[in-house]
């Protein structure tokens, strides 16, 4: 049986990522808080939806916060550690995100947790929030609030409460946004009206057979071993071939995240019933969703010749249908709270041509509103050709990564009610933005910053909305277990002996730093982890074309070279002629590439 509750400060619905990260961080506030969960799992798309290779805040100046936290607890606990495959610096099994997630909410004496709860209802008085009703265990309970926080994958407590969202697209006279459609595309192409969000995926996990494997993992499979693959995914391995396809999202063990978005098992058809509020049709959706990608996962292995097997990797107290279906469906988007703030797709853009860094979000007097940093690239899934998208990537460390941009704090608040925060991918964004605000780093830290900013804000005694953001800021740069950063730096690491003080330099004086414009010297080289699974290289290493690099080690072994480090990025971008270099690093040959953290001394 649940306790008997009858008031919490803060009450967080939702088991997504960001509705995790912003239970643990209003409990280790201060706050009492209450996370009610409809499932069996924690974490949402870093666990309970398999996204287990996650995009975005790859680079070390943007692994803060509770992302840095958690993927330095994941290397810790995968005794292979996270550099499997070539969609991502980091893969991990599930089950392992999902132990770490549960360690925190355990060890919180504030933080309470009740799976298994369907939402009733949701209590206002005037511009509050006052209490939410819900089901757990056959029993309705009611339980009274400070501060609310929607933290699920599709804004579920949103329409419950009548606070104002948006789900769907919005056209390009509304914000100007370059990738927008127009309003008469709106009105009369029927794609929009059947593509209503992003399509989401229902991951099935499979598993590589190591008889399989030659001595060359990179080697390519025999021709012979594969045979054409069916309609509708005749054309999915067109664009890399099939055993790219299949280590895309390679895990430890050999285990493989199948989320293949060219013709793979993406699902596009009847979303609308995800928003209905009908739980028939949501079964049916959800039946066609797992049938379609376990058909999937079966042509692959046809086509493999048995390389590629079921893999289980989701234990039945998960909630799974399956051992290797994930316990819910990877949703890239869903409702979207209208905020005081509105990220929309300028916002996330380079300031200019050659730039590398967007706009500060300042308010009317000049001060950083910002309270997390993201830098994916943006990508929007639907059927058909990729949507063209105003391109925000750059050349560093010998690979592509994503411009980094902020997001402000009123983005998180709702319009409506002073004491309702969004820590999921339902804050305030633009349909357009949202392919780049979705990403399981960013929503770790944009969760971390509401709850946060609810301990904060029952600390001082005002709603959220009154909030000083300034206030909020130093409590995330000064946090003592996940410091997170509000301010682009490309030159400060999270490990930089001064990160703090760069953080906030940059309140003091709002100024991003471009990519390059400053060295990070002597004292960010000193101080990088020592990583367990890295090796020493010695070889050469050359500049070849567009920004990539070529390592020959004395044996004669050719690999990509790249990096997460800025002190080796400005390294690298001096090495013009090819010449002798110890390195230190670790060699992925699903990549392939070597990464590089430091010269060996």
């Known amino acids: 049986m649940t306790p008997a509750i009858d008031a919490v400060d803060v009450l967080v619905w939702g088991g997504g990522t960001g509705g995790i990260a912003a239970a643990i961080q209003a409990a280790r506030g201060g706050a009492t808080t209450l996370l009610l969960t409809p499932g069996a799992w924690l974490g949402g798309m870093v666990s309970a939806a398999g996204v287990c290779c996650p995009d975005g805040n790859e680079l070390t100046p943007w692994q803060t916060g509770l992302w840095g936290a958690f993927l330095r607890e994941l290397e810790r606990r995968e005794p292979e550690g996270l550099d499997h495959n070539w969609v991502s610096c980091f893969g991990y099994r599930p089950t392992t995100a999902e132990a770490i997630l549960q360690d925190w909410v355990h060890a919180e004496p504030k933080l309470l947790w009740w799976p298994g709860c369907r939402l009733v209802a949701v209590e206002r008085l005037g511009s509050l929030i006052a209490a939410v009703r819900l089901e757990i265990e056959g029993e309705q309970r009611r339980v009274r609030c400070r501060v609310v926080i929607d933290g699920s994958d599709r804004g579920d407590l949103l329409p ?32 929009f009206r059947e593509q209503p969000v992003q399509s989401p995926t229902w991951v099935v996990m499979g ?16 021709p012979a071993l594969t045979t054409p693959l069916p309609a509708p995914f005749e054309r999915a391995c067109e664009a890399f071939g099939l055993e790219r396809t299949l280590t895309y999202g390679r895990l430890p063990g050999g285990l493989v995240m199948l989320n293949w978005p060219l013709h793979g098992n993406d699902w596009h058809w009847g979303l609308e019933r995800a928003f209905a509020g009908d739980p028939s049709q949501e079964a ?4 066609e969703m797992q049938a379609h990608s376990l058909r999937f996962a079966e042509v692959l292995q046809e086509a493999s010749g048995g390389w590629l097997q079921l893999g289980e990797a989701f234990p ?17 988007e869903g409702r979207r709270l209208i905020g005081r703030q509105t990220v929309i797709e300028q916002d996330l853009l380079p300031q200019a041509s050659g730039a590398s860094v967007a706009a500060l979000p300042l ?83 944009v969760g971390q910053a509401a709850g946060a900013a609810a301990a904060l804000a029952v600390r001082v005694g ?18 003592p277990l996940a410091p997170s950063a509000v301010a682009p730096l490309w030159d400060t690491p999270w490990h930089h002996p001064q990160w703090r003080e760069r953080q906030e330099a940059v309140l003091a004086n709002p100024q991003p730093f471009e990519q390059g414009h400053a060295a990070a010297g002597s004292a960010a080289q ?48 001096q090495q013009s002629e090819s010449r002798p270099v110890a390195l230190i690093g670790h060699a992925n040959p699903w990549g392939p590439w070597l990464r590089i953290s430091r010269l060996a001394v």
Request: with cysteine.
């Open 363 to 445: 308010d009317d007097a000049g001060e950083l509103q910002s309270i997390a940093v993201g830098n994916y690239a943006n990508d929007h899934h639907y059927p058909g050709p990729d949507w063209p998208l105003a391109p925000k990537s750059c050349r560093w460390g010998g690979r592509w990564s994503g411009t980094p941009f902020c997001i402000p704090y009123g983005a998180l608040v709702s319009e409506a009610f002073d004491n309702l925060l969004a820590a999921d991918k339902a804050f305030s964004t633009s349909h357009m933005a949202n392919g780049a605000t979705r990403l399981q780093p960013l929503i770790l830290n």
């Open 462 to 479: 005002v709603p959220p909305a009154q909030l000083a953001v300034r206030d909020l800021q130093n409590v995330l740069i000064a946090d």
């Open 316 to 332: 039945k107290e998960a909630g799974s249908p399956a051992p290797w279906l994930a316990a819910m469906p990877y949703w890239r």
């Open 284 to 287: 049916a959706l959800y039946g």
């Open 207 to 222: 598993q590589l057979q190591s008889d399989r494997l030659a001595a060359d993992p990179v080697r390519g499979i025999d």
């Open 526 to 573: 000193a101080s990088i982890p020592i990583d367990r699974h890295e090796q020493l290289w010695s070889g050469r290493v050359k500049a070849t074309s567009n920004g990539d690099y070529s390592f020959t080690s004395s044996s004669g072994e050719v690999w990509p070279v790249i990096t997460l480090e800025p002190s080796m990025h400005e390294w690298l971008s």
């Open 160 to 191: 419950l409460a009548e606070a104002p969202f948006r789900l769907g697209w919005e056209p390009q006279e509304q914000w100007d946004e370059p990738s927008a459609p127009s309003q008469h595309r709106l009105d009369s192409e029927a794609f």
